[in-house]
């Protein structure tokens, strides 16, 4: 196994810039698929319990699995026909649907990430290896918890993320992107019910990260949700029904502004 240090000593820390990560956070608001910006908003908003998590995940057996193996999970993940093969049901045909449907792949998230690592240096240390493993099963987050990619499901799923690997920059994202969805609706929807509900189930859940991915992506999912402690996300699909009831498309929150004007008249007769 070839040693690398937790943190390199060539790495600089960047500094809490909540400015700048209000910055790029406005940008990502007026384009939601740019996931460039999210890698931006982490960066700005590091803190040290970052690096206790990394320390904390290669103190395991599969962290140290990890760095002796080095595997690049995208070609796992990508490789649909080998994932098609596994029995119908489990979590890695229930990612490649997922992903098929969505129009993702996970070396497409990568690519992202180094439209924001184009300037930067690369350093061979545990923070990188780390943060590559949670870019590269973010997807599998979204269909372990059962939060979609619409606008509501992206915030929950990243307050679940915070309370399995705490970081301000997650934090801001999962609220801010709340607070966003929630200016067109008032207090109609639970918005912000959801977002906590996301930070609690990830709260008692195992982390996703420190699994073993190859066996995961072989497991049946509703045994894989069991085993992980991964509870239903009663308040998100209570949301969702809500808003399908008042003529809202959940996957088009941000960009419907008439339907939520027509959504809150109601609210506003009842206040008025």
Request: hydrophobic share 40%; charged share 30%.
């Amino acid at each position: 196994m070839t040693a690398i240090p937790l943190i390199h000593p060539d790495r600089t820390d960047t500094g809490f810039r909540p400015l700048k990560a209000l910055h790029h956070f406005r940008k990502l608001i007026a384009d939601k698929e740019d996931t460039e910006q999210v890698f931006h908003i982490l960066d700005a908003l590091r803190d040290n319990r970052f690096k206790r998590s990394v320390a904390r995940f290669f103190a395991t057996a599969e962290g140290q699995k990890v760095l002796a193996d080095r595997p690049y999970l995208p070609a796992m993940l990508d490789d649909h026909d080998a994932l098609r093969k596994l029995p119908e049901g489990s979590v890695g045909r229930v990612y490649v649907d997922f992903m098929e449907r969505e129009g993702l792949t996970a070396q497409g998230l990568v690519d992202e990430s180094m439209k924001f690592r184009r300037t930067k240096p690369r350093f061979d240390d545990m923070v990188e290896l780390y943060g590559d493993r949670l870019r590269d099963t973010h997807d599998l987050f979204h269909i372990l918890t059962g939060y979609g990619r619409d606008a509501l499901g992206e915030q929950c799923v990243l307050a679940f993320s915070y309370s399995q690997t705490p970081s301000w920059g997650t934090l801001f994202i999962a609220w801010a992107g709340a607070r966003e969805i929630r200016k067109g609706f008032g207090s109609r929807y639970p918005i912000y019910g959801a977002v906590r509900e996301g930070q609690r189930i990830g709260r008692v859940a195992q982390q996703i990260a420190f699994q073993d991915i190859e066996a995961l992506l072989a497991e049946p999912i509703d045994a894989a949700r069991q085993r992980l402690g991964i509870a239903e996300p009663k308040i998100y699909k209570q949301v969702h029904a809500m808003m399908r009831a008042d003529g809202v498309d959940p996957y088009d929150l941000l960009g419907t502004k008439e339907a939520a004007e027509a959504a809150t008249q109601p609210e506003l007769a009842q206040a008025a």
